[in-house]
Each structure stands twice: as C-alpha cells, then as structure tokens.
C-alpha cells in the first residue's frame, strides 16, 4: 500500500456516494460535449480543435516525473507562473505540465510558457478520463492552484501516491459553507490532499473549519505579491501613449455591467477634463463585441486596438479587443479600476496596477482577494466605488489633484514590496514533497 493510502482509508459510504457523484456526471457529459460543439462552431474555434482532451485524450508528456500544474483561467495561469518559473530555473530537467479549463487560460500560457510547458485542457472529472490523463503524463507531484477541487482527480492521484497540493489557496467562507453541506464528498477528498498553501488568514481559517490538520496547512500568504513584483520591466507602452498627453482611465477585467458605468463616469469626467481617455479591457473575448456596440450606443468616439497602431487626439473610449495587453496597458495609465467588483465576480486582481504605481478602484465585492484589497485600502491606495457617482467623484478629485493620485499609487506599490515572500514559504513546501 502507498504512503499516502496507508495514512487513510476512505468509508465504505463515502466511496459510493463518489461513484454516484461520478454516475450523476456521466449522464451529463453528452450535454457538455454537445456545447463544446457549438462553442466551436460559433465562438472558440479551439473548443473544436481539442475536445478530446475533455475526455482524457491528451498527448503523452516529454518526460515522466515531471510537475502538472491545474490553473482554471487566466488569472490562476498569472499567479502560478511565478512559481513555475521559479521551479525551471531551479530544476530545469523537471518536465512541467500545466492544464487549463478555458480558451482565455490556454492562450494565457501560450502566451507566458510559448513551448517550454506541455499544456492541454483538464479533463472532465470522471474517473477514467483522469486516470488516462495520469498515465499519459506520468507526474511525481499535482498543484492545484487557488480553487477547483475535482473529487476523482485528487482520487486518482492518491490511488497512485502522487502528491496534490493546493498552491495560493483560496476558500471563501461561501465556498467553505457549500463543502461543509457535503461532508460525505468533499471530506475524503480533502484528506486526500498532501498540503495546501493559504494564501491569507480567511483561508487558512477555512481549511481548518473543513477540517484540514494544521500539519498539511502552510499559510505562505498571496503569492500575488510576488507575481506582481516580477511584472516584466520592460513593457512600457502601448499604441504610443507613453508619449501622449492625455490622461488616462483604465477599466481592466471588466463584466457587465461594468462597462457602462465607466462609460457613464467618462462622459462626466471629460466635460472637465476634456483630455481623458478611457480604455476598457473586457475579461472575456466573447465580450469584445458586445462591447463595442455599447460604445458605438453610447455616442462615443472608438479605437479598436487590434486594427490600429496609434491613438488619435479625438478617440473618447479605446477598446483593446486583444488577450494578454492588460500589464502593457497599465504602463500608460494614470488611474485604474478592477473589473469584477462592481459586476458581483468577488473583484480580480489590483496587484498588477498597484504594480505600476497607479491609483485602484474597485467596487464592493472584493471577496476573492480580501486580504490584499484590506491591505491597500488601509494604506490609502484602492478606493471602493458603488457607482457612476462615486467613480466620477473619485476620478475628478485624482484629475485636479495629481499629487494625491500620485501619492496612492505609490502607497499600493510600497505594499506590494512589503507583502512578497510567498514564493519562497510555498517553494519550502514544494521541497519537501520533492522526489
């Protein structure tokens, strides 16, 4: 028997309530299958090209032994690269895989890794299909980073004693409340786990109410800090308006209904500050459309960014309908809101403008990253805003007083540096499951 099975054995009840769980999910497969299709056939063309990965049918992994890596989305595909990266260059015979569930994260590791990763699309959670990915990649060590919890994939990795562990783990109270209703499933799951790395107190807190022994919890804190800290100095423009004269508002990882109220606050703020530019960046490219019909409603001069190479002196609102230009926009931005908040997504991530020094607002669902939105909000540096009203009241106030903008900004950045470390506490970890 394993290490890991020696230590625990699963009831007799909580193995069948995981087959039910596991039949429940079969039946719907061909509802997902018939999506992934239509996906293909009317949005993301890649939903076509590899739903077989969907079912386990991935390609066999260079090497054996390596690290597979599970990041959702692009968000979760940001913060593990920091981590990743750290591992290559410390152990550069290590093979690394990283999995991802949508096409925006696929892209996002393109994009960062190009072919350095062995990369394909987490199957769905069915026994099977996750013991056929397994023996195709053949990995000493799984990380799960922040969320997403599938019973049969950490079932199928313990069954073959390879070690899972939650890296920058996030778990809300909501999300802690759900699990606790269903202790039948998620408990030997978790008892499953190796190790999770809490990224702040709230999670820690959580794991521990669902029961995780300390001995398996790290709190490393949000390795955010670190992933922010090592944003590539060398990107320092974008379109040209580095050199430009206009001011500029940023509305990054935007939803709806996001959108119009940063168009509603740019439409007051320019009759006072005719030089201000807004430049949304929608989180999902099957939004880049929608979008722009509602600037084109709105009256509102546009540039695309994907169709342009510059920015006219009379464009209200530039759309940057392309992946992976946020960190690039930043860089030419005066003041910035994070998308997510307003639109009840629990807030994406303030790091990277805090990063580049600017000024962050945010509306008031900030769950996902409470610690760090606590933290720059008491240093002075991220505003939360309701509204159209309280983002125009806010954006005018940093338009006529550029030193105050100036001094948030800095504020955000002086947290950032005091707040990384999480790096190395989670690499600590990672040693010690090294094999």
């Known amino acids: 028997m394993s290490k890991q ?16 769980y596991s039949c429940i999910l079969a039946l719907l497969i061909p509802f997902a299958f018939f999506t992934l299709v239509k996906r293909g056939m009317t949005r993301q063309k890649d939903y076509n090209r590899r739903r077989f990965e969907r079912f386990g049918y991935v390609a066999h992994a260079p090497k054996a032994n390596g690290y597979l890596f599970h990041c959702v989305s692009v968000g979760e595909v940001v913060a593990a690269s920091v981590l990743i990266k750290r591992i290559m260059q410390e152990q550069p015979e290590r093979q690394i895989t990283v999995t991802t569930t949508t096409p925006t994260g696929s892209a996002r590791v393109r994009a960062i890794f190009s072919d350095k990763v062995h990369h394909f699309y987490l199957p769905y959670d069915l026994h099977m299909a996750m013991a056929g990915m397994l023996r195709r990649i053949k990995p000493s060590m799984v990380f799960i980073t ?9 079932h199928a990795c313990w069954k073959r004693d390879i070690p899972v562990l939650v890296v920058n783990a996030r778990m809300t109270d909501r999300s802690a409340r759900r699990y606790a209703k269903f202790p039948i499933l998620f408990e ?3 008892k499953k786990l190796a190790h999770v790395c809490a990224q702040g107190d709230r999670d820690y807190a959580n794991y521990r109410f669902l029961g995780m022994p300390e001995s ?17 100095a060398s990107v320092s423009g974008f379109l040209g308006l580095e050199h430009s004269n206009r001011r500029v508002l940023v509305g990054g990882s935007t939803h709806d209904p ?20 807004l430049v949304l960046v929608p989180r999902h490219p099957e939004r880049f459309e929608t979008v722009a019909r509602l600037i084109q409603r709105s009256g509102l001069t546009m540039t695309q960014s994907a169709s342009a190479d510059s920015v006219s002196d009379d464009c209200d609102v530039l759309l940057v309908n392309e992946m992976g230009k946020l960190n690039a926009v930043y860089t030419v931005a005066d003041f910035a809101f994070v998308g997510g908040s307003i639109a009840d997504r629990g807030g994406h991530n303030a790091l990277e403008p805090a990063a580049r020094k ?8 900030t769950y996902n990253n409470p610690v760090i939105c606590a933290k720059l909000a008491e240093s002075g540096a991220l505003f939360i805003v309701e509204d159209a009203d309280a983002m125009t009241k806010l954006t005018l106030s940093w338009c006529n007083d550029a030193d105050a903008a100036e001094r948030a ?3 955000g950045y002086a947290v950032l540096a005091k707040n990384s470390g999480a790096l190395d506490k989670t690499m600590k970890v990672v040693e010690l499951y090294n094999n």
């Not at 606050?265 to 530019?277: D, G, I, M, N």
Request: hydrophobic share 40%.
């Open 409 to 411: 900004g800095h504020a």
């Open 146 to 154: 922040e969320v997403e919890l599938w019973p049969n994939l950490i």
């Open 258 to 277: 996001e959108e119009t109220v940063l168009l509603q606050t740019y439409q007051a703020v320019k009759k006072h500050c005719p030089e201000l530019l």
């Open 188 to 190: 030997p799951m978790l």
């Open 5 to 20: 099975r020696a230590t625990y054995s699963p009831k007799w009840y909580q193995d069948a309530f995981r087959w039910l």
């Open 358 to 365: 600017l000024p962050v607002m945010m509306g008031p669902n």
């Open 216 to 232: 398996k919890l790290t709190l490393t804190n949000n390795i955010k800090f670190d992933q922010a800290s090592a944003l590539d």
